[in-house]
């Protein structure tokens, strides 16, 4: 582990031991990072909006070393974007695991999805909520602690079972109205903002309106209109 505060990556080691005792878990040093020693999964979190061009080009250099990443930036529009772009630098070295459900091209990268970015949504632990020191620090930091937007990006030299043809996921959240919901759906054709009515998928409505784990379905449409669907795994 790595990281500009000696005292975090003291944490993320202990946070870790303790969390898998038996993961090897240590800091690593300047060599290592400078070398060419392979790397079996790399995990790097909330750089791209942190770290100079210089030192961006030396984690990408990492990408090179490694068979697996799990890449992880905070939900707004600008680090989505970035890490889009970090997507489509590596999508012909790596097969794409997650969050898209296909090889092709980023379909945000369309014109007509210039407004929208790739995010998701993260519940928080609930403990937070009865810890005032929380409460206090969301407060402070203008923070709704009851949602954690992020964006990620899962990859692997190998190929792992993929989705079946015609999945898709919902990009952010879907959003509910008085009988009817609307969703950001993404999958290998691209990106659109599709309609579901309650006359037409009932069970469906009620599954968006209050969503639970991921949001991957395989849709029954007609152009922009869901007509239904169901909830759909890896």
């Known amino acids: 582990m790595w990281d500009h505060s000696p005292l975090a990556a003291d944490f993320a080691v202990d946070a870790a031991g303790a969390a898998f005792p038996h993961l090897a878990a240590e800091q690593v040093t300047p060599g290592?990072?400078?070398?060419?020693?392979?790397?079996?999964?790399l995990v790097i979190s909330h750089v791209l909006n942190e770290l100079t061009a210089a030192e961006l080009l030396a984690v990408r250099g990492l990408t090179a070393r490694a068979a697996a990443i799990l890449w992880v930036e905070p939900g707004t529009n600008e680090a989505s974007r970035?890490?889009?772009?970090?997507?489509?630098q590596l999508r012909e070295r790596f097969h794409i695991v997650a969050p898209c459900t296909h090889q092709q091209n980023c379909g945000l990268l369309a014109p007509k999805n210039a407004r929208h970015w790739c995010h998701h949504f993260a519940d928080p632990p609930p403990a937070i909520f009865g810890d005032y020191t929380w409460v206090k620090f969301g407060r402070?930091?203008?923070?709704?602690?009851?949602?954690?937007?992020?964006?990620?990006l899962a990859l692997a030299r190998e190929a792992s079972p993929s989705a079946e043809a015609g999945q898709a996921r919902v990009i952010?959240?879907?959003?509910?109205?008085?009988?009817?919901?609307?969703?950001?759906?993404?999958?290998?054709?691209?990106?659109?903002?599709?309609?579901v009515q309650k006359r037409d998928a009932p069970e469906l409505f009620k599954d968006l309106r209050d969503p639970t784990g991921a949001l991957l379905y395989r849709w029954r449409r007609e152009g922009d209109r869901i007509l239904d669907g169901e909830k759909a795994t890896r």
């Open 140 to 152: 402070r930091a203008r923070i709704d602690l009851r949602s954690l937007p992020y964006s990620f």
């Open 82 to 88: 970035a890490l889009i772009e970090v997507r489509e």
């Open 32 to 41: 290592f990072l400078a070398g060419g020693e392979p790397i079996g999964l």
């Open 172 to 195: 952010g959240r879907p959003r509910a109205y008085k009988g009817f919901a609307r969703v950001l759906s993404c999958d290998g054709a691209g990106v659109d903002e599709l309609m």
